[in-house]
């Protein structure tokens, strides 16, 4: 079992940053892909980014390409997303996630975080 507790939400101006952190219990954190998804008001949950276990391997939707970074610490049991110029539009709960095969699908996750609301002000 793995448990994931996100942390750094918050209210912030558009253009502006925040820094998500996720740490996880358990173990064998080392052996899964750690991700981000994001859930809107009104929206689906979606795919942002992801990490392998290993950290050599990252993936983002296009959408952030560029303004988001992806990073883990493997010693620390945790994962962080740096979100620099922040758009209204990306006001959404994020979630921390993690699976063994570094699934970008939702149905392929294996382990969920709570979230943590990113509020992003126009």
């Known amino acids: 079992q793995v448990q994931l507790v996100e942390s750094g939400g918050g209210l912030v101006q558009a253009g502006g940053s925040l820094r998500l952190s996720c740490a996880a219990s358990g173990r064998s954190f080392s052996r899964y892909g750690m991700g981000w998804f994001r859930q809107a008001p009104g929206k689906e949950r979606e795919f942002v980014t992801n990490?392998?276990?290993?950290?050599?391997?990252?993936y983002y939707v296009d959408s952030v390409k560029g303004r988001f970074t992806i990073s883990r610490d493997n010693a620390r049991n945790t994962v962080a997303l740096q979100m620099n110029s922040l758009k209204p539009e990306e006001t959404a709960v994020y979630y921390c996630?993690?699976?063994?095969?570094?699934?970008?699908?939702?149905?392929?996750?294996?382990?969920w975080g709570k979230g943590t609301l990113v509020a992003v002000s126009s």
């Open positions: 990490i392998s276990w290993s950290g050599s391997e990252t």
């Open positions: 996630t993690g699976s063994r095969n570094s699934s970008r699908e939702r149905y392929g996750i294996e382990y």
